[in-house]
């Protein structure tokens, strides 16, 4: 294999499929991710984001195609077998044990580690300060972007290969949604590979290495964040002109 045709860290291949035993709402869709590289799914309300992403960590049945993480057929694995393999999923509400300090959520992250965690939990503090300062209080008593800091922190306790956010900014003020896609910046340059739905797709897009468009679950045009900004037809349709 050229270094153009590696297999990325993450794919979700030709997908069709959908929940349970109910009609498909992907259709031959594919969705992936390189290594330490970040990939945003956006489109329409509808469009199948949330269901291409949830399909790529095993929470729908997968009818076509195939899910495969670093080279290995991870179709049949459950959502839990997947996070052992190295895949975390924050979705986008009840994300945080609120009742719970942000410390004990970190700690409830490293669930499946055998190690010890005292430093990841100092690179989590390093990359969100505002959790160290706030690491006492209730994860209940914080602002929308400061729990997505503890939820997105959690995940990366578990120290994974692909950390995948479902509408990361939903919710949150510009200003927060400016600093926590820095945030997501700092994450992918530690190697970590990104796969993220975002309703901001602009903003999102501006970030990404590399961009779906999804309609109706199907694959509508796919490119790098820079071309698809730049298409006429995704900025009209998609991105408000």
């Given at each position: ?57 095993g ?9 495969r ?36 959520n970190?700690e ?9 965690i005292?430093q ?39 120290e ?82």
């Amino acid at each position: 294999m050229t270094g153009d045709e590696a297999e990325p860290m993450l794919i979700g291949d030709m997908m069709t499929g959908g929940y349970g035993k109910g009609a498909d709402i992907l259709h031959e869709c594919t969705i992936a991710v390189d290594a330490g590289q970040i990939a945003v799914i956006v489109g329409p309300n509808g469009a199948g984001k949330s269901t291409a992403m949830k399909a790529v960590f095993g929470m729908l049945t997968v009818r076509e195609g195939a899910v495969r993480l670093d080279g290995e057929d991870i179709t049949a694995l459950t959502p839990q077998d997947r996070v052992a393999k190295g895949m975390a999923f924050v979705p986008q509400t009840s994300n945080i044990f609120t009742s719970m300090t942000v410390e004990e959520n970190l700690e409830m992250g490293a669930f499946l580690r055998r190690d010890g965690i005292a430093q990841t939990m100092e690179q989590i503090y390093e990359l969100f300060p505002i959790l160290r300062e706030k690491r006492r209080q209730a994860a209940g008593e914080l602002s929308g972007g400061q729990r997505q800091q503890v939820a997105v922190g959690r995940a990366l306790m578990t120290e994974p290969r692909v950390l995948m956010l479902d509408e990361p900014t939903a919710g949150v003020s510009p200003i927060v949604m400016d600093e926590l896609f820095d945030r997501i910046i700092e994450v992918a340059r530690t190697g970590i590979s990104i796969l993220m739905v975002e309703q901001n797709a602009r903003q999102a897009l501006e970030i990404a290495d590399k961009g779906y468009v999804l309609v109706q679950g199907r694959n509508a045009y796919t490119g790098t964040g820079a071309e698809l900004m730049a298409d006429d037809e995704v900025r009209r349709s998609f991105l408000g002109g």
